[in-house]
């Protein structure tokens, strides 16, 4: 059991969920991104991976050759603070990479969630460990949700299996990290908000 929640944990890490979020909202509604070719928009899908997955973990490689951190679960609160910090700001770089797309503005809603949802999830570290693996995946579900919402697309039965997915990822951070119920419904919380308010206030800036 332990094993298959590590697994999840690994699968579903909150690096993915960036680049998974663009693509899932490109599959679920094409009209996001109408004016952008189809190989355009898989370049598009691999520089988006290399700045919000890549670039994050060769820099935490980095921190924990240094001795900044002790591993790359960064178990304690306060080894998860300069990687975060890091990652917000490639995170950035991926923003204004989708701004220049031509893209529909749902797009830079979501991505603009899910930089409002790891600068919180910085200052919350600060005080107190969230779970940022339920950051992720709670972004992602916001994001599918405000697309249907905005659009009128059916996806309940999607956005349903989305759910039992974070339910899954829930327990695997029960069983595999000290965090608590609490942490854990925080962050997907959090992720959630972030994103869905964002893209159905259009705060793409």
């Given at each position: ?75 304690t609160r306060q080894e998860r603070i300069a990687p975060l910090v890091m990652t917000l700001v490639y995170y950035g770089m991926a923003y204004y990479l989708l701004r220049q797309a031509p893209l529909h503005p749902a797009i830079s809603g979501a991505f ?94």
């Amino acid at each position: 059991m332990r094993a298959l929640a590590r697994f999840l944990s690994i699968v579903l890490h909150p690096l993915v969920m960036p680049t998974c979020t663009v693509w899932l909202a490109l599959y679920v509604d094409p009209q996001l991104g109408y004016f952008l070719p189809q190989p355009s928009r898989w370049t598009l899908i691999g520089m988006l991976a290399l700045m919000t997955i890549l670039f994050p973990i060769t820099s935490a490689f980095l921190l924990l050759r240094s001795g900044s951190i002790t591993s790359l679960e960064m178990p304690t609160r306060q080894e998860r603070i300069a990687p975060l910090v890091m990652t917000l700001v490639y995170y950035g770089m991926a923003y204004y990479l989708l701004r220049q797309a031509p893209l529909h503005p749902a797009i830079s809603g979501a991505f603009m969630g899910i930089l409002a949802a790891l600068l919180l999830t910085v200052l919350i570290t600060l005080r107190w460990k969230i779970s940022a693996h339920m950051v992720g995946i709670g972004g992602l579900i916001g994001a599918i949700t405000g697309i249907a919402t905005i659009h009128g697309i059916p996806l309940l039965i999607f956005i349903a299996g989305l759910t039992l997915l974070a339910g899954l990822l829930a327990t695997a951070r029960l069983l595999t990290s000290d965090h608590t119920q609490g942490q854990v419904l925080a962050g997907a919380t959090l992720g959630w908000c972030c994103t869905y308010t964002c893209i159905v206030l259009g705060w793409a800036i």
